[in-house]
C-alpha cells in the first residue's frame, strides 16, 4: 500500500476512534437530545465512511481520500470542537476560550469546503483534465484563513447559528480596532468564501458537458443527488414559513435540513462504483415522475377530507366533524389506492410479476396441446417482465419465435431442454434497465425448464401414438397376410370336401388334414397373439414370461432373479414394458451382437424394478448410435415414469437396463 495511502487510513481510523471516545464521555448530553444523537452517530461518521469505503474498493482514484478528509474536516473534527466546548458551556457559560474551537471549527469547514470542490470538478475518474480545474485546485485553499479575518474585524466573535448552540457573546482576543467599522463588509466577504463550492458546481457542468456516454452517467448521478439534496433541504423551511407545517424546533429543521447531506456522499460513491444492476437515467425518470404523481395524489387527498372537515366544522360540533372527516377520508382510500395503481403504471408499466409470469405461462401450457405454440407467448413475457430488449426461442426442430429486434449478441443464453436432453435455448438481449442479475436468470431457467417439460412430453406423446398406430398397422399386416389368408384357404378346402362329402368321397386321411391345418392357423394366431401380450404373462407373471423367452434362445441364456419375484405380480401396463423391453433387448442381440452369452437380470429394490440385459458380443460406438429399434420401448418405458440406459464400448459388449417404479 502506497504511502500516501496508510496515511489516509490512519487519519481515517483516528478520527474515527476520537469521534466514538468522545460519544462516549458525552453519552448522557449526547443521548438526551435525539437530534444530537441522530447527528453524532449517523450523519458525521456517514461521509469519511463513504470516502474509506472508496479508498478501500478503488485505491487508485483520489476521489476516495479526497471525501474521507471532507468528511473528517466537515463534521467529525468540529463535532470533537464542539462536543466538549458544548458540555463545559452547560457547567460554567461563556467562557474567553471558547473563540478557538468555534474559530477552528470555522476553519476546518472552509477546508472541506475546498475538499468537496475537489471531489466535484475530478469526478468520476479523480484526474484533473483542463487548465481551469488545475487552477481551481490552486487556489481553493484561499478560502481556509477567510473564518481569521472575520475574527480580527470584530469585537465578538461570528458565530454560525446552526453550531455551538447557546453560546453567545465570546469576545475576540485578535481584534484590530481600525477594522471594527468594516466588520459587516468583512463577514459577507468570509461568508463568500462558501461559494467556491458553487465554482465547483459550475466546473462539474462543463466536465458534464464534454463528457460522454459512460462519464455523463456517472456524473449524473451527483447533480441528481445534490438537486434533491437541496429540494429536501430547503422544503422544511419553505414550508414552515408558508405555515403549512406546524411550527418546529430550530434544531430539529437544522436537523432535517441535514439529513439530506447523506445523498451527496452516496452518489459519489455510486458514481464512482458505477454498479451495472441500476441506472441512473431510469432513477432519476421514475423518482420525478412517481414522486410528482404521488404528491398531487397526497395533495388531493388531503384536500378532499380537509374541505370536508372545514365544511362540516361550521355547522357541526367539533367533535362530531372530525368523527365524519375521518369517515370520509376513509371512504376516499379505495380512490386514492386507484389512482396511485394507476400513478405506478404509467411509470413502471404494467408488466407481470415474476411468480405472475411463472404461474401464467403454467396454466397455458396445461391448456394447449402443442405447446410449441407457446413460443411467442414465452418470449413476450420474458421481455415485459424483465424489461429486455429482445428475446428469442428455438427449438431443435425448427419452430423459434421473436419478440423485439435481435442485435447483436445475446446477454444471456438457456438451454431448453427436459433433464439432460437438449430440446432449443432462450436467447435474451439486454435490458432496457441496467444490467441481468441473479433473479432474472432464475426466471428464465424456471420458465426454460417448463417449456422443456411440455414439449418433451408432447414430443413423448406424440411417438407413443405413432408406436402404437405401428404396431396396430403390423398386427393388422400380419394377420391379412397370414391368418387371414390362411383361413380363406381352408374354407375354400372345407367347400370342396363337403362337395364330395355329399358324393360320399371324403377320405379319413383328407379330414386330417383339415384338421391339423386348422390347428397351424391356430397355432399361427396363438404365436401373433404372443407378440401382442401372451397368455404365459398374463398367467404366470413376469419371470415365467421371461424364462419362456430365454428357453427358446440358440444361444446360453444365464437369468438371474430372486424367488420370491416369481410369486409377485404387478400392474399389467409395468408386466408389459418390462416382458417387451427383455424380448426386443434380447432380440437386438441376436441380430446385431455375434454374442454367444447374455446375462438377464430381474431385480426389486427399493420400490424399482431394474431389469438388465448384457451380451458379449461385438459392442458399438455410443456416439454413433441412434438407438431408433428400441426408441418405442423407451418411450413406453418413459411414460410409466421409468427410465432407460445403455453401456457399450466395441469389442466388449453392451448392456442393456431399465427401471421401472413398482412401489
Not at 409395468?574 to 454367444?596: D, P, R
Amino acid at each position: 500500500m502506497p504511502v500516501k495511502n496508510r496515511l489516509l487510513w490512519a487519519v481515517f481510523v483516528m478520527a474515527m476512534s476520537g469521534l466514538l471516545v468522545l460519544a462516549v464521555i458525552y453519552a448522557d448530553e449526547v443521548s438526551a437530545n435525539l437530534n444530537a444523537l441522530i447527528w453524532t452517530l449517523v450523519i458525521v461518521p456517514s461521509v469519511p465512511a463513504c470516502g474509506a469505503f472508496l479508498m478501500w474498493r478503488r485505491p487508485a482514484n483520489s476521489i476516495g481520500g479526497l471525501l474521507m478528509l471532507a468528511g473528517v474536516t466537515l463534521l467529525v473534527l468540529p463535532s470533537m470542537l464542539e462536543l466538549p466546548t458544548l458540555a463545559r458551556f452547560e457547567q460554567t457559560g461563556t467562557q474567553p476560550w471558547m473563540w478557538a474551537p468555534i474559530v477552528g471549527s470555522q476553519v476546518l469547514e472552509m477546508c472541506a469546503t475546498a475538499l468537496l470542490g475537489l471531489v466535484l470538478v475530478v469526478l468520476p475518474d479523480g484526474k484533473i483534465r483542463y487548465p481551469r480545474e488545475r487552477r481551481f485546485a490552486r487556489w481553493a485553499w484561499v478560502v481556509v484563513p477567510l473564518p481569521l479575518l472575520s475574527l480580527i474585524s470584530n469585537e465578538l466573535v461570528v458565530k454560525p447559528d446552526i453550531s455551538f448552540s447557546g453560546i453567545t457573546d465570546v469576545p475576540s482576543p485578535l481584534v484590530v480596532e481600525s477594522l471594527v467599522p468594516y466588520g459587516e463588509a468583512i463577514n459577507a466577504i468570509v461568508a463568500l468564501g462558501y461559494m467556491v463550492f458553487g465554482i465547483a458546481i459550475v466546473l462539474q457542468f462543463l466536465r458534464y458537458r464534454r463528457a460522454e456516454g459512460r462519464e455523463r452517467k456517472q456524473i449524473r448521478w451527483v447533480l441528481y443527488a445534490g438537486t434533491v439534496a437541496i429540494v429536501a433541504g430547503l422544503l422544511p423551511y419553505l414550508l414552515g414559513e408558508l405555515g403549512v407545517l406546524p411550527p418546529m424546533e430550530h434544531d430539529f429543521f437544522a436537523l432535517l435540513g441535514s439529513l439530506p447531506v447523506l445523498l451527496l456522499p452516496a452518489s459519489v460513491v455510486v458514481s464512482v462504483m458505477e454498479p451495472r444492476w441500476i441506472d441512473v437515467d431510469i432513477v432519476i425518470r421514475r423518482s420525478v415522475v412517481y414522486g410528482a404523481l404521488s404528491f398531487l395524489i397526497l395533495v388531493l387527498y388531503i384536500v378532499a377530507a380537509a374541505s370536508f372537515g372545514l365544511a362540516a366544522e361550521s355547522r357541526l360540533r367539533i367533535e362530531v366533524a372530525i368523527f365524519l372527516t375521518v369517515i370520509v377520508a376513509v371512504a376516499f382510500q379505495p380512490l386514492r389506492r386507484w389512482l396511485q395503481g394507476l400513478a405506478d403504471r404509467l411509470v413502471f408499466g404494467d408488466r407481470p410479476t415474476r411468480l405472475a409470469a411463472v404461474t401464467q405461462l403454467s396454466a397455458s401450457l396445461d391448456e394447449t396441446a402443442d405447446p410449441t405454440e407457446l413460443l411467442p407467448r414465452l418470449v413476450d413475457t420474458i421481455q415485459m417482465t424483465l424489461r429486455l430488449k429482445w428475446v428469442r426461442a428455438v427449438l431443435d426442430k425448427g419452430a423459434s419465435a421473436t419478440a423485439g429486434s435481435p442485435i447483436g449478441e445475446p446477454s444471456l443464453s438457456v438451454p431448453i431442454g427436459n433433464g439432460a436432453e437438449r430440446l432449443g435455448v432462450i436467447e435474451c438481449g439486454p435490458s432496457q434497465e441496467g444490467s441481468i442479475d441473479e433473479e432474472d436468470v432464475q426466471l428464465v431457467q424456471t420458465l426454460a425448464s417448463q417449456v422443456g417439460l411440455a414439449v418433451a412430453n408432447a414430443r413423448l406423446a406424440g411417438r407413443i401414438v405413432n408406436a402404437a398406430e405401428a404396431e396396430r398397422r403390423r398386427i393388422e399386416r400380419n394377420i391379412h397376410d397370414g391368418a387371414q389368408q390362411e383361413l380363406v384357404a381352408l374354407v375354400a378346402r372345407l367347400g370342396m370336401t363337403r362337395t364330395r362329402a355329399d358324393n360320399g368321397g371324403v377320405t379319413a386321411e383328407e379330414l386330417e388334414a383339415l384338421q391339423e391345418e386348422a390347428r397351424r392357423i391356430l397355432s399361427d394366431l396363438r404365436e401373433l397373439a404372443q407378440g401382442i401380450h401372451p397368455s404365459v404373462l398374463t398367467d404366470g407373471g413376469l419371470l415365467e414370461a421371461v424364462e419362456d423367452r430365454c428357453a427358446h434362445l440358440p444361444i446360453e441364456v444365464q437369468l438371474h432373479a430372486a424367488p420370491t419375484l416369481r410369486k409377485q405380480r404387478f400392474p399389467d401396463e409395468i408386466e408389459g414394458a418390462a416382458y417387451f423391453f427383455v424380448t426386443e433387448s434380447l432380440a437386438n442381440v441376436l441380430k446385431h451382437s455375434g454374442a454367444t452369452s447374455v446375462e438377464v437380470s430381474l431385480v426389486r429394490e427399493d420400490g424399482q424394478l431394474t431389469l438388465s440385459i448384457e451380451d458379449n458380443g461385438c459392442g458399438f460406438d455410443m456416439a454413433k448410435a441412434t438407438h431408433n429399434g428400441l426408441t418405442g420401448l423407451s418411450d413406453r418405458i418413459s411414460a410409466l415414469g421409468g427410465t432407460v440406459e445403455f453401456d457399450s464400448r466395441p469389442g466388449a459388449g453392451t448392456r442393456m437396463s431399465a427401471s421401472l417404479p413398482v412401489s
